[in-house]
Nanobody
Framework: QVQLVESGGGLVQAGGSLRLSCATSGSISSINVMGWYRQAPGNQRELVAAITSGGSTNIADSVKGRFTISRDNAKNTVYLQMNSLKPEDTAVYYC????????????WGQGTQVTVSS
């Protein structure tokens, strides 16, 4: 069982920056993929960025060049640095941990609200 706790959301003006953090209850090095997803009202949850245990990253086209994902294994924490924020980035952001064994385990945080005002 993995517990995820997000922090860092809030209200920011367009063009501003926020950094989201996701702290895990266990060793992050045992997690195959850590990711950030977001869900705006009326929309499906979508992948924003993901990072593997080896450090490979996958960034959604809609945020490429503005958002960066990173992980600190010593702190068991994953970060999402969000720059040049736009009103369309407004959503609840969720941290995800995926562990691939014989079956795939997916764990989710409680979500953190990001609101970008125009």
């Amino acid at each position: 069982q993995v517990q995820l706790v997000e922090s860092g959301g809030g209200l920011v003006q367009a063009g501003g920056s926020l950094r989201l953090s996701c702290a895990t209850s266990g060793s992050i090095s045992s997690i195959n993929v850590m990711g950030w997803y977001r869900q705006a009202p009326g929309n499906q949850r979508e992948l924003v960025a993901a990072i593997t245990s080896g450090g490979s990253t996958n960034i959604a086209d809609s945020v490429k060049g503005r958002f960066t994902i990173s992980r600190d294994n010593a702190k068991n924490t994953v970060y999402l640095q969000m720059n040049s924020l736009k009103p369309e980035d407004t959503a609840v952001y969720y941290c995800n941990a995926r562990i691939d064994r014989v079956v795939v385990y997916n764990y989710w945080g409680q979500g953190t609200q990001v609101t970008v005002s125009s």
